[in-house]
């Protein structure tokens, strides 16, 4: 009897399918694609600068349009409109990170050579005109005013969240959670004019200048992002644990302390993050308050203060007769900030993931 050969088996799982991978090398290649063709605008018109953004952007579109077409020739229809759907959304995503993108291109790209000069970080601006100097001053002024105002800020704000979700009930948590609403409306500049007018009742010195006004102003915008973020953490925590405890027979002060809050901790740390981030380069109110300083100032209770958004504001807008050296600076100080806002968050999460409950497997 006669026998049949038969070829490989195939497989229908895998018949009329992009290789897995596909849409991110059509995505690659479509970015690189406009790269080139940017960079030979870029040559032929004399530039400096490449535009990265439109790259980017267009390398998406074309992405698009070629990931349809191949789906459907290998595809068919209807697996190829849901590659198009799933292209558009990720085109969707990659448009709304393009500010962020420009932002951080442009910001690394004029700031970085001068920020890597090591006289950056060790000296000040004191008796400096033209080039050299640094941003030590902005640095330390920075550093001192947001840890005075995270320090006002956390305690008032996590007690009042707690309050707020453990114990608030009536016309007294409504009139709170009003004015938290409120308050976080405020501009920045009302809470630097709020600032100078206690500090000039309570001193009684119309030019009264420091660093702690600036971390009292900054607290007033820090207060309801910190307890608008803890509340909605708080609210997370299961009932059941608190139910559990209170089974026990533990009090509830003890169950707020020692259950809810250790629960939420990841949560609560990643707002108070978050208000840093808000207030770390606020300009506004330290212009008012704080003032602006060429020297070193370690006192915050007394004396102007320099900090980064001041040093990067008082660089763009004091040029001296040569003023790429003044441009240069307030590059390099808006990249620091941009980095020191990365470093605080990387160190939260840090703390978060050290203190957060250790769930068994």
Do not use: C
């Not at 940017?38 to 998406?60: C, E, I, Y």
């Not at 026990?248 to 259950?259: A, D, E, M, Q």
């Amino acid at each position: 009897m006669s026998t049949i050969a038969l070829g490989p088996a195939a497989n229908s799982l895998t018949v009329g399918r992009l290789p897995r991978g596909a849409a991110l090398m059509v995505l690659v290649a479509s970015w690189a694609v406009f790269g080139v063709v940017f960079l030979f605008v870029q040559l032929a018109g004399g530039t400096k600068n490449f535009n990265l953004v439109g790259a980017l952007f267009l390398g998406t579109v074309l992405f698009d349009v070629l990931i349809y077409v191949l789906s459907r020739i290998v595809e068919g229809r209807r697996r190829a409109t849901d590659r198009l759907v799933t292209s558009l959304v990720t085109t969707a995503f990659i448009v709304a990170l393009l500010p962020l993108v420009s932002l951080v291109y442009t910001v690394v790209l004029n700031g970085l050579p001068r920020m890597l000069e090591p006289s950056f970080f060790s000296s000040s601006m004191r008796n400096v005109l033209g080039p050299g100097g640094g941003a030590l001053h902005a640095v330390i002024g920075s550093l001192e005013i947001t840890l005075t105002a995270t320090v006002i800020s956390v305690p008032i704000g996590l007690l009042t969240s707690v309050y707020l979700v453990e114990y608030g009930r009536g016309a007294l948590a409504r009139t709170i959670t009003f004015m938290i609403d409120v308050m976080t409306g405020i501009p920045s500049i009302v809470a630097g004019l709020f600032a100078y007018a206690l500090f000039v009742l309570v001193t009684g010195n119309p030019g009264y200048r420091s660093g702690f006004g600036g971390a009292v102003a900054l607290s007033v915008i820090m207060i309801p992002v910190v307890v608008r973020s803890s509340e909605e953490i708080l609210k997370l925590v299961p009932n059941e644990l608190r139910e559990a405890s209170y089974a026990l027979g533990v009090p509830k002060w003890l169950t707020v302390l020692k259950i809810v809050i250790p629960t939420a901790i990841a949560g609560i740390t990643t707002g108070v993050m978050l208000a840093v981030a808000r207030v770390i380069g606020e300009t506004a109110p330290l212009l008012l308050i704080t003032g602006f300083t060429a020297g070193m100032n370690y006192d915050i209770f007394n004396n102007q203060m320099m900090t980064l958004p001041m040093f990067t504001y008082t660089q763009y807008a004091n040029q001296g007769p040569e003023a790429a050296n003044f441009l240069d600076r307030a590059w390099a100080s808006a990249l620091t900030l941009i980095l020191l806002v990365m470093i605080l968050n990387l160190i939260a999460r840090a703390i978060a993931r050290i203190f957060s409950p250790k769930l068994g497997r």
